[in-house]
């Protein structure tokens, strides 16, 4: 038995058919008032979008969101945890300004921004999961406590995920930061063939767990949390990990917090993805890259795998628009992007672990 995902594309030719009508039609199949307890509060988890990024989710569809929550009886917040990472979200106060500039006020937004985890990342719930990694994850509090959820995902791609949709959000973006720190749990390796002294690892490192030495860099794993910062932004590649052992094992990892941050209220929790300004990186990057495919549309489902699934699908299909790929159809860009993924993972592993179903059926708006 297959799962249903709805899918709005971008063709418009009248007011009636603009993004903001779609979005609308979208929460209105899902059925809001079915999925969302009436009167309590709902999260409307987000990606806010690393200081400098500017293709995370549009605050004007974020809006349309609210206001069907409203709607439907619920009482919306938008809401996100903190990073695990050096940056602007950092700790709550840094996170909010980032997301006020980035749009998400509650005048534009219509709803409070509510930091999950607390100021300083240390507010979060136990939640027993019973998985192959974890006996138990760390969830953000106000995420976790919510009676319901309505995640919104950018559908992009990831250089240690794969790629990040539905799946990815509610992991990393549902987990305190211990929790992140449980996910990753991998020490970074330097190669020192490769490693040209430029110190931007030594200066994004959270844990000072870098430093410079004869024109190299050296780690002290000890301190090391696994945030995987310094291999984004090493420009020869000499940051690493055991990329065939350790990766496999993230994503898992990964997929058992998406399935810690929903448990116990799935009938509560729905997905919208949107598959638009599709770049490399993710929206946690201070930057954003040119699109690998053109804008596919908006897909929405009250299961995270098939959602995740029917984006992967269109991007595949999609001609690519990268020239390392001239244009090819039927072709993974992500993982032509980066080469040492297994993003696919999060798809069977979560299928595994009862977090959603790949088979799917399309459904048009």
Same mark, same amino acid.
């Not at 709805?6 to 609308?24: C, G, L, M, P, Q």
């Not at 760390?138 to 539905?166: N, P, T």
């Not at 860099?217 to 000499?238: D, H, R, W, Y």
């Given at each position: 038995?297959?799962?249903?995902?709805? #899918?709005?594309?971008?063709?418009?030719? %009248?007011? !009636?058919?603009?993004?903001?009508?779609?979005?609308?039609?979208?929460?209105?199949?899902?059925?809001?008032?079915?999925?969302?307890?009436?009167?309590?509060?709902?999260?409307?988890?987000?990606?806010?979008?690393?200081? $400098?990024?500017? @293709?995370?989710?549009?605050?004007?569809?974020?809006?349309?969101?609210?206001?069907?929550?409203?709607?439907?009886?619920?009482?919306?917040?938008?809401?996100? %945890?903190?990073?695990?990472?050096?940056?602007?979200?950092?700790?709550?106060?840094?996170?909010?300004?980032?997301?006020?500039?980035?749009?998400?006020?509650p005048s534009v937004v219509k709803a409070p921004v509510i930091i999950a985890d607390g100021i300083t990342g240390e507010n979060d719930d136990e939640?027993?999961?019973?998985?192959?990694? #974890?006996?138990?994850?760390?969830?953000?509090?106000?995420?976790?406590?919510?009676?319901?959820?309505?995640?919104?995902?950018?559908?992009?791609?990831?250089?240690?995920?794969?790629?990040?949709?539905?799946?990815?959000?509610?992991?990393?973006?549902?987990?305190?930061?211990?929790?992140?720190?449980?996910?990753?749990? @991998?020490?970074?390796?330097?190669?020192?063939?490769?490693?040209? $002294?430029?110190?931007?690892?030594?200066?994004?490192?959270?844990?000072?767990?870098?430093?410079? !030495?004869?024109?190299?860099?050296?780690?002290?794993?000890?301190?090391?949390?696994?945030?995987?910062?310094?291999?984004?932004?090493?420009?020869?590649?000499?940051?690493?990990?055991?990329?065939? @052992?350790?990766?496999?094992?993230?994503?898992?990892?990964?997929?058992?917090?998406?399935?810690?941050?929903?448990?116990?209220?799935?009938?509560?929790?729905?997905?919208?993805? #949107?598959?638009?300004?599709?770049?490399?990186?993710?929206?946690?990057?201070?930057?954003?890259? @040119?699109?690998?495919?053109?804008?596919?549309?908006?897909?929405?489902?009250?299961?995270?795998?098939?959602?995740?699934?029917?984006?992967?699908?269109?991007?595949?299909?999609?001609?690519?628009?990268?020239?390392?790929?001239?244009?090819?159809?039927?072709?993974?860009?992500?993982?032509?992007?980066?080469?040492?993924?297994?993003?696919?993972?999060?798809? %069977?592993?979560?299928?595994?672990?009862?977090?959603? !179903?790949?088979?799917?059926?399309?459904?048009?708006?």
């Open positions: 038995m297959s799962s249903l995902v709805y #899918f709005a594309d971008f063709h418009a030719r %009248s007011d !009636k058919e603009n993004k903001v009508t779609k979005i609308a039609a979208l929460c209105d199949a899902l059925g809001f008032k079915k999925i969302l307890r009436r009167g309590e509060s709902v999260a409307v988890k987000v990606h806010f979008g690393e200081l $400098g990024n500017d @293709t995370h989710v549009n605050p004007t569809f974020v809006r349309e969101v609210v206001e069907k929550v409203e709607a439907a009886g619920g009482k919306p917040f938008l809401t996100d %945890s903190s990073t695990l990472y050096s940056g602007s979200r950092r700790n709550a106060v840094d996170h909010l300004q980032t997301a006020y500039r980035h749009g998400f006020s939640v027993a999961i019973g998985c192959k990694h #974890f006996e138990k994850v760390f969830i953000a509090r106000e995420i976790r406590r919510a009676s319901s959820m309505v995640v919104l995902s950018h559908f992009k791609g990831h250089e240690m995920a794969g790629f990040g949709g539905a799946i990815k959000n509610l992991a990393m973006g549902g987990a305190s930061p211990r929790g992140k720190r449980a996910q990753h749990s @991998t020490k970074v390796q330097i190669d020192g063939s490769k490693c040209t $002294g430029c110190g931007n690892c030594v200066k994004v490192c959270p844990q000072k767990a870098l430093s410079l !030495k004869g024109e190299k860099s050296q780690l002290n794993p000890k301190k090391c949390i696994g945030c995987f910062e310094c291999i984004t932004v090493c420009p020869s590649k000499a940051a690493g990990i055991d990329w065939d @052992t350790d990766l496999p094992l993230f994503v898992e990892r990964l997929t058992e917090y998406a399935y810690g941050a929903v448990k116990g209220r799935e009938r509560h929790v729905c997905y919208i993805n #949107f598959v638009m300004n599709v770049t490399p990186d993710c929206d946690c990057c201070a930057w954003s890259d @040119t699109f690998l495919v053109p804008d596919q549309g908006i897909l929405a489902s009250t299961d995270p795998v098939a959602l995740d699934q029917a984006c992967l699908d269109l991007v595949t299909k999609a001609v690519s628009l990268d020239p390392k790929l001239a244009g090819k159809k039927n072709v993974d860009k992500f993982k032509a992007y980066w080469k040492k993924t297994h993003g696919d993972i999060q798809l %069977s592993y979560g299928e595994e672990i009862g977090l959603g !179903k790949r088979k799917y059926t399309l459904k048009t708006i």
